[in-house]
């Protein structure tokens, strides 16, 4: 028997329809990145003896879950919907305690993870398979999808609603069982998510979240021999070793990873479209989002125009607590994201780029306790510039210079990544051009980079994903497979 840490505000792992302390008990608070002083909740540090009983748990449910049919399995999606849309409040405010988005930012994903689940309900219903013609004029022959088993998730705090519930919907609709790994700086609004599902009667050990440390439980769930498949987002580095491991014992694997997001504003842009997307696309979630810009590349002609438009909106920024009205950007995520942040602005100084905006943190009250960085932008940046070609996931932009378009779609291209990129055009050929030539999975025109619908695939080219695409019906490329069956 487990002793708990007497704690307030503990929180356990779900497994089986229950929850359960960890093997060990221990716990690590998880923080306000506004006032640290400020606990969340306290999450429990799991073990491998932990992530050995989630997935006996959900190896227990599969063949039961299984047999549903899908409309059986939808229906728990829709009674969670259901749920979930009555805590939006609740749900939304935790989020921007635990990771500091905006209270609106927040309270928008929470619906979208809503909206997810009841696209998923549709798919339990949508056909699996195709008749195909059979050389035999006696035989019938023809398609139909199976589930790949123990599914782990491994999700990142960025979108600590959208994105699990995005990796959840579809793995259990089309007949899979679940362990889920949340990012430790999210772990409380995961478990409230989980809590909708208990609530909607989820069968015990269909669906199991344990918390803790991912070389832990990250690492165990991508070894483990009987998950038959991993769905993993976050940074390139974990995303690969993730893909090796599983790799290794046969076992499926999706991963979504980095993104250097590039906007292109041509000579014939709509400027104050174009800067309120580049902000928007930028800024926001206090660029934290892997599709959010990071890089503006701008004609020659409109330059100084474009860069004294976006200098002056930058300036219109309100930084502050998430859950105060009136904020538009909130701190980041963690003293390690901030610090990776400053970093890259000492970098781009050292290398020679011209800062023009921001850089610096924010130490004065009422930013004093948080983890505030201003809103930076850079110009005479280069291509070779390691914020011309790094991650940096914060609020941190470079403009670049050039005369073509040609030149900017080199430029666009000219990083490890490739996950969305926009650009802010008129001309008809100059929109063709970009589609035909841009390696991003996602390309949008006069639009911002960050940003997807969910009911569209979703993934990266390059070293953004493992090249399978998430939401959507694409969906179930990855979380079945396909049985082609003879009949005589």
Known sequence: MVTLEKKENTYLNFISGAWVASAKGTTKASSNPFNPEDIVGHI????????????????????????????????????????????????????????????????????????????????????????????????????????????GVISPWNFPVAIPIWKIAPALIYGNTVVIKPAFETSVTCVKVIQCFEEAGIPAGVLNMITGAGSVVGQGLAEHQDVNAITFTGSNEVGK?????????????????GGKNPVIVATDADLDLAVESTISG???????????TSRVIVQGAIYDEFKNKLLAKVKEITVGDGLQEGIWMGPCASENQLNTI????????????????????????????????????????????SIAQEEIFGPVI??????????ALDLANDVQFGLSASIF???????????????????????????????????????SSSHSREQGEAAKEFFTAIKTVFVK
Request: glycine share 10%; net charge neutral.
């Open 282 to 292: 930028a800024f926001r979630s206090t660029g934290q989002k892997c599709t959010a």
């Open 241 to 257: 070793r993730i893909g090796q491991q599983a790799l290794e014992r046969g076992a499926k694997y999706q991963l979504e990873m």
């Open 44 to 151: 429990q540090m799991s073990t491998s003896a932990d992530v050995d009983h989630a997935v006996s748990a959900a190896k227990a449910a599969k063949k039961s879950w299984k047999k549903l049919s899908g409309q059986e399995r939808g229906h728990y999606l829709y009674k969670t919907a259901d749920i979930l849309e009555s805590r939006i409040d609740e749900i939304a405010e935790c989020m921007t305690r635990e990771m500091g988005k905006t209270l609106p930012e927040a309270k928008g994903e929470t619906a979208r993870g809503v909206a997810i689940l009841r696209y998923y309900v549709g798919e339990g219903m949508r056909k699996v398979g195709d008749v195909i013609p059979s050389t035999d004029p006696k035989a019938l022959m023809f398609t139909t999808r199976v589930p790949l088993g123990v599914v």
């Open 342 to 385: 400053l970093s890259y602005i000492e970098k781009g100084k050292e290398e020679g780029a011209t800062l023009l905006s921001g850089g610096k943190r924010l130490t004065n009250a009422p930013y004093d306790k948080g983890f505030f960085v201003e809103p930076t932008i850079f110009e005479h940046v280069t291509s070779d510039m």
């Open 398 to 407: 470079a403009l670049l210079q050039v005369e073509h378009l040609e030149q």
């Open 425 to 463: 055009t008129r001309d008809i050929q100059n929109i063709l051009s970009f589609i035909e030539e841009m390696d991003a999975g996602l390309v949008r025109i006069n639009a911002e980079s960050a940003g997807v619908e969910l009911q569209a695939p979703f993934g990266g080219m390059k070293n």
